[in-house]
């Protein structure tokens, strides 16, 4: 059974195991969904290499553009699930090709990111209306 991510405590300390063993994990869910080559694509074609990646134990955050225009695309792993942010005063719309939403991420399963095309579609949606960060100035 899953863990839903909102029951835990997220200052929590895991194990050095645990951490590792979830980082295997995305890494291995990611590769096999394509993303991390998507994103690539989109750094290369669309943003001339201007992106950049910040790797985390469990997903990557791609982003570019650099002060009130700095946007991101935040892409979590949770166990088999594909789990990527959303702009945090936009709701869903009614067509949601996610599996799930829980209000703040869109959720795929295993079936709907094994789908290059849909996968790929979706994240050029992401990177069409990314979401913003706040400004450090």
Same mark, same amino acid.
């Given at each position: 059974?899953?863990?839903?991510?909102?029951?835990?405590?997220?200052?929590?300390?895991?194990?050095?195991?645990?951490?590792?063993?979830?980082?295997?994990?995305?890494?291995?869910?990611?590769?096999?969904?394509?993303?991390p080559n998507i994103l690539q694509?989109?750094?290369?074609? $669309? @943003?001339?290499? &201007?992106?950049?990646? #910040?790797?985390?134990?469990?997903?990557?955050?791609?982003?570019?553009?650099?002060? /009130? !225009?700095?946007?991101?695309i935040w892409i979590d792993v949770?166990?088999?699930?594909?789990?990527?942010? $959303? @702009?945090?005063? &936009?709701?869903?719309? #009614?067509?949601?090709?996610?599996?799930?939403?829980?209000?703040?991420?869109?959720? /795929? !399963?295993?079936?709907?990111?094994?789908?290059?095309?849909?996968?790929?579609?979706?994240?050029?949606?992401?990177?069409?209306?990314?979401?913003?960060?706040?400004?450090?100035?």
């Amino acid at each position: 059974m899953q863990q839903d991510i909102s029951d835990t405590d997220p200052f929590e300390e895991i194990s050095e195991s645990a951490r590792a063993e979830r980082f295997e994990n995305a890494k291995k869910v990611l590769r096999e969904s394509r993303i991390p080559n998507i994103l690539q694509e989109f750094n290369t074609q $669309l @943003l001339k290499g &201007r992106g950049w990646f #910040e790797e985390y134990s469990s997903g990557v955050i791609m982003k570019w553009g650099t002060g /009130y !225009t700095r946007r991101h695309i935040w892409i979590d792993v949770d166990e088999d699930r594909i789990r990527i942010r $959303l @702009l945090p005063h &936009r709701k869903c719309v #009614e067509n949601l090709l996610a599996d799930t939403c829980d209000g703040e991420y869109h959720i /795929y !399963t295993p079936k709907q990111w094994k789908n290059f095309e849909l996968i790929r579609n979706e994240l050029k949606a992401y990177y069409d209306k990314p979401v913003a960060e706040a400004s450090d100035d």
